[in-house]
């Protein structure tokens, strides 16, 4: 029952994403959470945080940390896995509009010491 709540509530938050648009020679942050309801049985939650520097209007580049949690069923067994990742990333934002911007984004990590599944992106 606690899987479903946890679940439902990440559901109703629903999957955000904010970020900073690329201002030449200047800091940006960005958060997002990241789901995943095709299979219920395997239902994965990510959230990142990127932290970047815009050298052009157009272009940024940064670092990126994302956690991700996985809740898995196999028959009657409810279980979890968490997994922490690290890397960077490339950001073209192609169309400015007044509070947002179309971006075409690159990125790259791996997974750090001692997690539950390791991977490389």
Not at 25 to 47: Q, R
Request: aromatic share 12%.
């Amino acid at each position: 029952m606690e899987i479903r709540r946890f679940t439902l509530i990440m559901m109703l938050t629903g999957c955000f994403a904010a970020a900073a648009q690329a201002q030449k020679k200047e800091l940006t942050l960005g958060v997002d959470a990241h789901s995943s309801f095709y299979d219920m049985s395997f239902a994965p939650i990510e959230l990142g945080l990127d932290v970047g520097y815009g050298f052009t209007n157009w272009l940024k580049a940064g670092l990126r940390i994302e956690q991700s949690i996985a809740l898995m069923e196999e028959g009657d067994a409810r279980t979890f896995a968490k997994n922490n990742t690290a890397g960077a990333f490339a950001c073209f934002e192609m169309l400015h509009f007044n509070t947002c911007a179309l971006s075409l984004k690159a990125s790259g990590g791996a997974s750090l010491k001692s997690d539950d599944w390791k991977y490389v992106y």
